[in-house]
């Protein structure tokens, strides 16, 4: 393949942004083996060697614990901006936003509602937000770190305790060390706005903006990496191009290569609010849609009221469930209707990625809109 300068020159700016998160530090991109005291990544992970890279030594892009949460109005919030994009939680009843901002800079995030230990994780190269329980996998709270190492382009995290990979983000299950086959269960996350989160949940908190690091929570440092007319990578790697590489999906991960996938451009052609009524391996489920503020997409289990499955459609304004006439929001909450007080059980194994990343971690997934 003839050398592409204007993918190098991508790619040149991708590994500035990278360089920039650490502090101006002199490293590039290399080989897998890491310099810092990480153990050799090709020795010690059930992983392609080919696609495995290192952009930076451990810890260089520093994960947050417990960073300070504050609500909307608060000094430290006045870095986020209507249509930033956040990753939205809600625990124990506490609905909590980690924005994008933020992750850009962090990747990981460690925090606790209550007792219980939530960790938030952000690649940005695959576009990838997903949530864990990080005590599922080991039965002990693991200290997640981001180590520098990528496997496919996506963030590959590593054991702060012990010093070892764990495996990439977007596996779920360990893949190196004494991890493999070890699951970090998955904990339901929306994306979303944070303008349209905080007019969901009035009550939120966000993380705030003095997170003891010099960064512009306000600065994409990627260029234009993340734009849906952008394809370059930093790695190159086996690339399906039939849709846009950098297209956001919404993912129902059915098992480590299948689920079902239903891409923002398709979810879009429905209109301003969609509901899709689905089946992912054997079980009913429904995919709501709102198109505002460069669209959010969740994944909901369709209940069963007094014997009778739900399935639902868009009235223009919420979502309204055939059998019932109950009105519901994006969030699967009632607004009115039989049903109110009722919720939807959101997917936990469910999150939104980049195209060219879904369809390299879940090779076997169907694609709404792609079938025949």
Excluded at 8 to 16: K, P
Excluded at 22 to 33: R, W
Excluded at 101 to 106: C, D, E, M, P, V
Excluded at 197 to 219: C, F, I, M
């Amino acid at each position: 393949m003839p050398p592409n300068p204007l993918a190098d020159a991508g790619r040149l700016l991708v590994v500035a942004g990278l360089l920039a998160l650490a502090g101006c530090s002199n490293d590039s991109p290399t080989s897998f083996e890491d310099p810092d005291g990480l153990p050799d990544a090709g020795a010690v992970c059930n992983l392609d060697t080919d696609l495995l890279a290192t952009s930076l030594p451990p810890d260089r892009i520093p994960a947050l614990t417990e960073p300070t949460q504050v609500s909307d109005g608060s000094p430290e919030a006045a870095y986020l901006r209507p249509a930033d994009k956040v990753l939205g939680i809600v625990l124990n009843g506490q609905p909590r936003a980690y924005p994008h901002n933020i992750l850009w800079h962090h990747e990981i995030i460690h925090d606790r509602f209550g007792s219980e230990w939530v960790t938030v994780t952000f690649c940005p190269l695959t576009g990838s937000g997903l949530a864990f329980d990080p005590s599922s996998a080991t039965g002990s709270r693991l200290d997640l770190g981001v180590s520098g190492l990528l496997y496919a382009n996506n963030l590959v995290m590593y054991d702060r305790e012990s010093g070892d990979i764990f495996g990439p983000q977007l596996t779920a299950n360990g893949r190196c060390s004494g991890f493999q086959g070890q699951r970090l269960e998955p904990i339901p996350v929306v994306e979303t706005s944070w303008a349209r989160w905080k007019a969901l949940h009035p009550s939120t908190t966000v993380v705030g903006s003095e997170t003891g690091h010099d960064r512009n929570y306000q600065v994409y440092p990627y260029q234009s990496y993340d734009q849906l007319t952008n394809d370059d990578l930093l790695f190159p790697m086996p690339v399906n191009t039939q849709r846009p590489i950098k297209e956001r999906v919404l993912l129902a991960r059915a098992d480590a290569t299948a689920g079902r996938g239903w891409p923002f451009g398709e979810l879009r052609s429905l209109g301003a609010r969609a509901a899709i009524n689905e089946e992912v391996a054997g079980e009913a489920v429904v995919v709501f849609w709102e198109a505002e503020d460069d669209g959010t997409a969740a994944l909901y289990r369709a209940p069963t009221v007094e014997g009778e499955q739900l399935t639902f459609h868009s009235d223009g304004t919420s979502f309204v469930d055939d059998q019932t006439g109950t009105r519901w929001d994006i969030l699967g909450r009632t607004i009115e209707g039989p049903l109110v007080g009722m919720e939807l059980e959101q997917q936990a194994d469910s999150y939104v990625l980049f195209w060219f990343a879904y369809a390299f971690f879940q090779p076997d997934a169907t694609t709404y809109g792609m079938e025949g």
